[in-house]
């Protein structure tokens, strides 16, 4: 089945303790992207990457960092949590491309995190 | 900086009326629309993509593109309870594939 898997989907964690988020697509994709999901504030990019080892900052990077070693992963990491990056996360992937059908994101079932 | 915008809502329709969400985007050169439907706490999933002007219509559901007016459109007909969600409108501008989301309109349908 075609995916993209999150994990972990529910984490309680507490101020400065690094944490990963992973996320691994199946589809062969070329791009993927993060976003953080907050009430009223809608979907925001973190971090992206349109292939291997190229990534770039979304709208809102700030206490993230990212890496992509292998087409398939694209990890999360924070390395010194905050109570204001509780919220709920979500990987995506696509097929870059032109044309009907491109570029329609694949979403992960997200992954609610929380800062104490 | 390219915005895609949508009324919050909600938006509450009765039982098997037609719900009409509406956005609007600011980058002329966008080429790629997108329809997404969220439930509360699930990921969003593609209901509908349109490329040109015009009407595309899928089941009950028709999206509408005005690349002239810089709106695009989301018509449900028929609508019932297991509609009633957090739609979001996608919009990639023509040199990126980086889509821009709105921030999404509640959709509540009652029966």
């Known amino acids: 089945e075609a995916q993209v898997t999150q994990n972990p989907r529910y984490l309680i964690t507490v101020t400065g303790k690094k944490l990963t988020v992973t996320c691994s697509q199946n589809?062969?994709?070329?791009?993927m992207s993060w976003y953080r999901q907050d009430p009223g504030l809608g979907l925001r990019q973190i971090y992206y990457?349109?292939?291997?080892?190229?990534?770039d900052k979304g709208d809102v990077p700030e206490g993230y960092k990212v890496s992509r070693k292998e087409k398939r992963n694209f990890p999360l990491i924070l390395e010194s949590p905050s109570p204001n990056q509780t919220s709920l996360y979500f990987c995506?992937?696509?097929?870059?491309?032109?044309?009907?059908?491109?570029?329609?994101?694949?979403f992960g079932a997200g992954s609610r995190l929380t800062v104490l | 900086q390219k915005e895609v915008e949508q009324n919050s809502g909600p938006l509450s329709v009765p039982e098997g009326a037609i719900a009409s969400l509406n956005c609007t985007y600011s980058?002329?050169?966008?080429?790629?629309f997108f329809w997404y439907r969220q439930y509360s706490g699930k990921s969003p999933e593609l209901i509908m993509s349109?490329?040109?002007?015009g009407d595309k219509e899928d089941g009950r559901f028709t999206a509408q593109l005005n690349k002239a007016s810089q709106y695009v459109s989301l018509l449900i007909r028929d609508s019932q309870p297991s509609d009633s969600a957090t739609y979001l409108c996608?919009?990639?501008?023509?040199?990126?594939?980086?889509?821009?989301f709105g921030r999404g309109t509640s959709l509540i349908v009652h029966p």
């Open positions: 990457s349109m292939n291997v080892e190229v990534t």
């Open positions: 980058d002329r050169v966008s080429q790629s």
């Open positions: 589809m062969n994709h070329e791009y």
């Open positions: 995506a992937s696509t097929l870059l491309g032109r044309g009907d059908g491109a570029n329609v994101l694949t």
């Open positions: 996608a919009v990639n501008s023509g040199g990126s594939y980086i889509p821009t």
């Open positions: 349109i490329y040109s002007n």
